[in-house]
């Protein structure tokens, strides 16, 4: 299951678990977003590639313009999987 | 070892991943390592999913661990030869206007386990992940 909405601090809170069944929900919210945005990974306890590649998409689509997603609060092994996938040179991380 | 089969579709999923849990649950494993099985499994039964469309056949699961290793089985019966170890590695050093989304999957399972295995026989394929455990 996933949960994805802006939150108080106007950041997208992705929550549970971004696998393949999740691709289609999260593309049509970032769909939505034509400015930079910071993505908050608080409660996102798992992505996979397929998860990976809606992030990827998506930052491709907002630097054509100027913008970019930025991620914080990453947890240890989204932080592992995204340094594998050199993903942490793609996005900005805090 | 636990072994459960599951219908070749991509709903199949959320009882995957349950049945990971259980076996997670059950070996008192960290997060690390349960997120390298749900990876794990995602990736290879997606891959599986995707390689035989419209198949209604099942794709059998095992979990096992011992004191030093983790190991993941998954079979997949009536398919062509599909071995995933002949994948090619994704093109991770390029800039984001040259990253294209697709094909990290079975690279980052690679990452996460120290051997994969295939097998294939009379339309059956098996692939075997090995991951040891640290101590």
Known sequence: MLDIRFNDEHEIAIAGRFDVTQVDKVSEFLAGVGTSATLNFRKLEYISSAGMGVLLAAQKRLSQSGHKLKIREMSPHIRDVFRYARFDVLFEIE | ?135
């Open chain 2, 1 to 135: 070892m636990v072994t459960r089969s599951f219908k070749k579709e991509l709903s199949s999923l959320e009882a995957i991943f349950g049945f990971v849990d259980d076996f997670v649950d059950a070996y008192r494993l960290d997060d690390i390592h349960k997120f390298a099985l749900h990876l794990a499994v995602e990736e290879l039964f997606v891959n599986m999913v995707k390689h035989s469309p419209g198949a209604r056949n099942d794709v059998g699961i095992s979990l096992d661990k011992d004191t030093r290793l983790l190991r993941v089985r998954l079979v997949d019966t009536e398919v062509e030869h599909f071995d995933p170890r002949d994948v090619p590695s994704p093109q991770i050093h390029h800039d984001l206007e040259h990253r294209e989304p697709g094909g990290l999957g079975l690279f980052l399972v690679k990452r996460y386990f120290d051997s994969i295995d295939y097998d294939y026989h009379e339309g059956t394929s098996t692939v075997t992940l090995v991951k040891t455990l640290e101590k």
